[in-house]
């Protein structure tokens, strides 16, 4: 966060309270502000959060005193699951896909787990058919991993290589 931001921030707090010098504010008035904020204004954690980090910044590099940030007042990240298709919706999905290489793109990604980023990247040598797994090379963190490799979408995988070798050929 730049200065300007903090600035920013510490504004509010003095106009919440206008009749208080800068210097004499003190940890509860502090407080009580940031509850304002949370749940008289109804703002989220990332403002909260800003807020408390200008206050804090005003307290050491201004005022010259200890402040700790009082984290019981920021709302906390709701983390949700993502919402996840059902087997029978996937197979709908694959199955209307007519392209056999976006088919077996989409398969793979679906039965591997990998990323779009790492199928970017996979070649026929990365996919062992005898331990029926896949080589990730430089996944994320640029690190390397192997994945399992179903039954399903191995078959898949040399009908696409078929198809493709009959193309070469017929060129």
């Given at each position: 966060m730049t200065i300007r931001n903090y600035l920013g921030e510490l504004r509010f707090l003095f106009s919440y309270y206008?009749?208080?010098?800068?210097?004499?504010?003190?940890?509860?008035?502090?407080?009580?502000?940031?509850?304002?904020?949370?749940?008289?204004?109804?703002?989220?954690?990332?403002?909260?959060?800003?807020?408390?980090?200008?206050?804090?910044?005003?307290?050491r590099h201004v005022l010259k005193k200890p402040y700790v940030i009082p984290t019981?007042?920021?709302?906390?990240?709701?983390?949700?699951?993502?919402?996840?298709?059902?087997?029978?919706?996937?197979?709908?999905?694959?199955?209307?896909?007519?392209?056999?290489?976006?088919?077996?793109?989409?398969?793979?990604l679906y039965s591997t787990g990998i990323r779009l980023s790492e199928l970017s990247f996979l070649r026929i040598t990365d996919i062992d058919s005898k331990s029926m797994r896949v080589n990730v090379k430089l996944g994320k963190g640029a690190k390397d991993r192997y994945t399992i490799l179903s039954g399903q979408v191995l078959l898949e995988l040399r009908a696409y290589s078929r198809a493709v070798q009959a193309d070469r050929i017929s060129l």
């Open positions: 206008p009749d208080v010098a800068p210097m004499d504010f003190d940890s509860e008035m502090v407080l009580q502000y940031l509850l304002y904020v949370t749940k008289t204004l109804g703002c989220g954690r990332s403002k909260c959060c800003m807020a408390a980090q200008s206050i804090s910044f005003f307290f019981l007042i920021y709302p906390r990240r709701v983390q949700t699951l993502p919402a996840v298709m059902s087997a029978e919706e996937i197979l709908k999905v694959i199955e209307s896909v007519d392209n056999i290489k976006h088919r077996v793109m989409l398969m793979l």
